[in-house]
């Protein structure tokens, strides 16, 4: 089992930028893909930002596309995710969570591939 604190989340007006965090435990982090998600009030969890073990390997939903980074320091086994340019439909519950399977080449955008735990997730609110 893999332990995740997700960070960072807060109140900030439309164009301002936020910077989460996710600190894991519990598994051999480094070997994982890992990948933030969001959930809306009403809506399904949806993937956002996908990084490979190495992180060579990098996916964005089409929403996130320029305007979030994702990335990783396998040394403290956290993940990133830097947002600008935020918009009031990115208001969300933001979580993070690791690839079932070890060193996966390619970065999977299907929720269903991550774990079943989940962390408690960061709350973001983007205000117009």
């Known amino acids: 089992q893999v332990q995740l604190v997700e960070s960072g989340g807060g109140l900030v007006q439309a164009g301002g930028s936020l910077r989460l965090s996710c600190a894991a435990s519990g598994r051999a982090f480094s070997t994982y893909v890992m990948g933030w998600f969001r959930q809306a009030p009403g809506k399904e969890r949806e993937f956002v930002a996908g990084?490979?073990?190495?992180?060579?390997?990098?996916r964005y939903a089409d929403s996130a596309k320029g305007r979030f980074t994702i990335s990783r320091d396998n040394a403290k086994n956290t993940i990133y995710l830097q947002m600008n340019s935020l918009k009031p439909d990115d208001t969300a519950v933001y979580y993070c969570?690791?690839?079932?399977?070890?060193?996966?080449?390619?970065?999977?955008?299907?929720?269903?591939?991550?774990?079943?735990?989940w962390g408690q997730g960061t709350q973001v609110t983007v205000s117009s």
């Open positions: 990084i490979s073990w190495n992180g060579v390997g990098i």
């Open positions: 969570n690791a690839d079932r399977i070890p060193w996966r080449i390619v970065v999977t955008t299907t929720t269903k591939d991550y774990g079943d735990s």
